[in-house]
């Protein structure tokens, strides 16, 4: 992601698909209003992938200072609201939240103090703090203003009725205000808003936790993602961790703002890792909720669950092999767990493996697949630490060894293995000839990223040989020390001695080079 206009500001630079939910990212940035001039400014968001380019072109008005103030108030309320879920979740005491947020409130009337929402918020939390003399003045002096425009503004409205009952303390005084808003929300004027009153005034849904999360659902559906709304819910989960019967797009919100706070508790995080069990595809957000649940609490259903979903994804990139060591270290009891230790090991892998993996494919090395030479070259490096293993998989190496030889087959783990293993009585009529091939087998690398084959000529062979380069890498045939090497690039294009390469001899050794030359002649 990349930007035009210095006025954009704090945004993520790199997107993968573990920042997806499903099909959608919600992408955040600021505008820092410093860097605006006067009139209309432009920029651009442009994110780029190896595809295609999308630019999102962005225009801001700097005219009005009117604008300005608005910005300033809704930065104050998303503060209160960041205050709130802080006091909500217990990281901050109540004199704390209380003094933060009417400072943040004090902020705001000074650019806005025409605004009677900013006078309940005042006095909501002055009541909090037993002020009743200062909240009973602040409800006062915007009541009238209220209830004269009361069906102009319902939000207002109600929220004005809910604060007074705080004031009052008064039942029936509760229960009317109760009443009034519930008719409102069940008649036409379902905001959300209007509901978060009601899960703090209405007894209903504190006694029946399942219809305050299904009403709260309902508000997701029509476009609600307030985090005020996702506490709500995760409070009920956390409470009642059964309630939690699917993952689908509204839990999977509530569980990320939850792990984002760090406020899910044990049951519910086991409760999710065994929905996550049921899971049959990789969902990356669901992922790192588990990953951050895993490192909160240590738990091996947590583990079992994040392996088993990553396996199910077929995920065998390296940054994932830590979760598959960390389940055989923990000893976890999931399906193909030892295939994927080995497929996600990174190649500069120098540790010893686990006795269980090695006891494993001693008996099923036929799943190895193309970790097969990999695999093995770690077996033959390690036979100094591990002499029992090696002894034990002698006859494995010596069998896998002579196959790839007929299929005169080498790569860089090959070569380890064929170093260690190959010997002169197994040299064969059916062999030799590709052990010459072997023997003059070369790695070519070229970091140049627009070549796409190589191709060698050779004065004493008809024709020319082309060899794919794959992630920068070729296995190529050389005979002779006059061979001409060529790169193509992409469009077609051939070097020659003018792009950098680099030759490596995969497997040198001039004793049975001279016995495969001899018994051909």
């Given at each position: 992601v990349s930007t035009e206009g210095d006025f954009i500001t704090d945004y993520k630079d790199v997107i993968s698909e573990e920042d997806f939910a499903g099909n959608n990212y919600e992408f955040g940035y600021l505008i820092n209003i410093d860097r605006l001039h006067a009139g209309m400014n432009f920029g651009k968001i442009i994110f780029t992938t190896?595809?295609?380019?999308?630019?999102?072109?962005?225009?801001?008005d700097n005219v009005l200072e009117h604008d300005i103030s608005e910005h300033e108030v809704k930065k104050c309320i998303a503060e209160l609201n960041s205050q709130y879920l802080n006091f909500r979740m217990h990281k901050h005491g109540i004199d704390n939240w209380a003094e933060e947020s009417l400072a943040a409130i004090e902020r705001a009337r000074g650019f806005r103090d025409d605004l009677p929402f900013l006078k309940l918020l005042q006095a909501q939390i002055c009541i909090s703090k037993r002020r009743d003399e200062n909240a009973k003045w602040l409800i006062d002096s915007v009541a009238e203003e209220i209830l004269d425009k009361k069906e102009e503004d319902i939000v207002l409205y109600c929220y004005y009725l809910y604060v007074r009952t705080l004031q009052k303390r008064e039942l029936d005084q509760t229960i009317l205000a109760t009443e009034i808003i519930k008719k409102y929300y069940e008649n036409g004027y379902d905001k959300?808003?209007?509901?978060?009153?009601?899960?703090?005034?209405?007894?209903?849904?504190?006694?029946?936790?399942?219809?305050?999360?299904?009403?709260?659902?309902?508000?997701?559906?029509?476009?609600?993602?307030?985090?005020?709304?996702?506490?709500?819910?995760?409070?009920?989960?956390n409470k009642q961790p059964g309630l939690l019967r699917v993952i689908n797009r509204f839990e999977l919100q509530v569980l990320n703002f939850g792990s984002k706070y760090d406020a899910i508790d044990l049951r519910l995080a086991v409760q999710i890792s065994e929905l996550a069990l049921l899971e049959k595809n990789f969902r990356p957000l669901l992922f790192n909720i588990l990953v951050k649940l895993?490192?909160?609490?240590?738990?091996?259903?947590?583990?079992?669950?994040?392996?088993?979903?990553?396996?199910?994804?077929?995920?065998?990139?390296?940054?994932?092999?830590?979760?598959?060591?960390?389940?055989?270290?923990?000893?976890?009891?999931?399906?193909?767990?030892?295939?994927?230790?080995?497929?996600?090991?990174?190649?500069e892998f120098s540790g010893i493996i686990p006795n269980t993996v090695l006891m494993y494919y001693?008996?099923?090395?036929?799943?190895?697949?193309?970790?097969?030479?990999?695999?093995y070259s770690i077996i033959v490096k390690n036979k100094e630490r591990q002499p029992n293993v090696y002894k034990n998989y002698r006859k494995s190496l010596e069998h896998f060894v002579l196959d790839k030889l007929r299929r005169g087959e080498i790569d860089k783990y090959l070569s380890i293995v064929y170093s260690d293993i190959l010997s002169e009585g197994m040299i064969t009529?059916?062999?030799?000839?590709?052990?010459?091939?072997?023997?003059n087998t070369w790695q070519l690398e070229c970091a140049d990223d627009r070549i796409r084959e190589v191709i060698v000529k050779h004065k004493e062979i008809d024709g020319e040989q082309v060899f794919r380069l794959v992630k920068g890498i070729a296995y190529v045939n050389i005979y002779t020390d006059d061979a001409i090497v060529l790169l193509k690039d992409l469009h077609g294009n051939v070097y020659h001695n003018t792009v950098e390469y680099k030759l490596i001899r995969l497997f040198d050794n001039k004793k049975l080079g001279e016995i495969a030359i001899a018994r051909n002649e």
């Amino acid at each position: 992601v990349s930007t035009e206009g210095d006025f954009i500001t704090d945004y993520k630079d790199v997107i993968s698909e573990e920042d997806f939910a499903g099909n959608n990212y919600e992408f955040g940035y600021l505008i820092n209003i410093d860097r605006l001039h006067a009139g209309m400014n432009f920029g651009k968001i442009i994110f780029t992938t190896m595809s295609q380019k999308i630019e999102c072109v962005i225009s801001v008005d700097n005219v009005l200072e009117h604008d300005i103030s608005e910005h300033e108030v809704k930065k104050c309320i998303a503060e209160l609201n960041s205050q709130y879920l802080n006091f909500r979740m217990h990281k901050h005491g109540i004199d704390n939240w209380a003094e933060e947020s009417l400072a943040a409130i004090e902020r705001a009337r000074g650019f806005r103090d025409d605004l009677p929402f900013l006078k309940l918020l005042q006095a909501q939390i002055c009541i909090s703090k037993r002020r009743d003399e200062n909240a009973k003045w602040l409800i006062d002096s915007v009541a009238e203003e209220i209830l004269d425009k009361k069906e102009e503004d319902i939000v207002l409205y109600c929220y004005y009725l809910y604060v007074r009952t705080l004031q009052k303390r008064e039942l029936d005084q509760t229960i009317l205000a109760t009443e009034i808003i519930k008719k409102y929300y069940e008649n036409g004027y379902d905001k959300w808003e209007l509901l978060w009153i009601l899960l703090y005034i209405d007894t209903s849904y504190e006694n029946n936790k399942s219809l305050k999360l299904t009403r709260i659902k309902e508000q997701f559906k029509l476009g609600c993602h307030s985090t005020l709304m996702y506490y709500e819910a995760l409070y009920v989960l956390n409470k009642q961790p059964g309630l939690l019967r699917v993952i689908n797009r509204f839990e999977l919100q509530v569980l990320n703002f939850g792990s984002k706070y760090d406020a899910i508790d044990l049951r519910l995080a086991v409760q999710i890792s065994e929905l996550a069990l049921l899971e049959k595809n990789f969902r990356p957000l669901l992922f790192n909720i588990l990953v951050k649940l895993y490192i909160k609490f240590e738990n091996k259903v947590i583990l079992s669950s994040i392996i088993s979903i990553l396996i199910r994804g077929n995920k065998t990139e390296n940054k994932y092999f830590n979760w598959y060591a960390l389940g055989i270290t923990a000893d976890i009891q999931v399906t193909r767990l030892y295939e994927y230790y080995i497929y996600s090991m990174p190649e500069e892998f120098s540790g010893i493996i686990p006795n269980t993996v090695l006891m494993y494919y001693i008996y099923n090395g036929n799943l190895l697949l193309d970790k097969e030479a990999f695999f093995y070259s770690i077996i033959v490096k390690n036979k100094e630490r591990q002499p029992n293993v090696y002894k034990n998989y002698r006859k494995s190496l010596e069998h896998f060894v002579l196959d790839k030889l007929r299929r005169g087959e080498i790569d860089k783990y090959l070569s380890i293995v064929y170093s260690d293993i190959l010997s002169e009585g197994m040299i064969t009529d059916e062999n030799e000839k590709s052990l010459i091939r072997v023997l003059n087998t070369w790695q070519l690398e070229c970091a140049d990223d627009r070549i796409r084959e190589v191709i060698v000529k050779h004065k004493e062979i008809d024709g020319e040989q082309v060899f794919r380069l794959v992630k920068g890498i070729a296995y190529v045939n050389i005979y002779t020390d006059d061979a001409i090497v060529l790169l193509k690039d992409l469009h077609g294009n051939v070097y020659h001695n003018t792009v950098e390469y680099k030759l490596i001899r995969l497997f040198d050794n001039k004793k049975l080079g001279e016995i495969a030359i001899a018994r051909n002649e």
